[in-house]
Nanobody, 125 residues
Framework: VQLQASGGGLVQPGGSLRLSCAAS????????VGWFRQAPGHEREFIAA????????IYADSVKGRFTISRDNAKSTVYLQMDNLKPEDTALYFC???????????????????WGQGTQVTVSS
């Protein structure tokens, strides 16, 4: 599967952005799709994931209540709605997918087989 992330940009603190991760290929619902971010000098950080086959969403504590992940299987796209953005949310955001993750592996970037290119999110006044 090929992934393409989009929707990043410059936003003021408190603002919102919606990221999209569009996938090519078939059987999209079979894939767990995760969002990760990486700021300069930092390791790649798990943000949220939508588990395959209706398994539900998982969020990092740092974004819980502010970010919402959703999926449209008909469009083979996963969205990340980001509200109440903070300067510390500034990073390069990546989406990733895998068809065989167990629950405990979902936040682990090393477990994902497919990655999209990053989309930059900058939160600044």
């Amino acid at each position: 599967v090929q992934l393409q992330a989009s929707g990043g940009g410059l936003v003021q603190p408190g603002g919102s952005l919606r990221l999209s991760c569009a996938a090519s290929g078939s059987s999209f619902r079979r894939y767990t799709v995760g969002w990760f971010r990486q700021a300069p000098g930092h390791e790649r950080e798990f943000i949220a994931a939508d588990r395959r086959s209706g398994g539900g969403a998982i969020y990092a504590d740092s974004v819980k209540g502010r970010f919402t992940i959703s999926r449209d299987n008909a469009k083979s796209t996963v969205y990340l709605q980001m509200d109440n953005l903070k300067p510390e949310d500034t990073a390069l955001y990546f989406c990733a997918a895998d068809a065989s993750l167990i629950l405990s592996s979902v936040p682990d970037a090393r477990q994902y087989d497919y990655w999209g290119q990053g989309t930059q999110v900058t939160v600044s006044s």
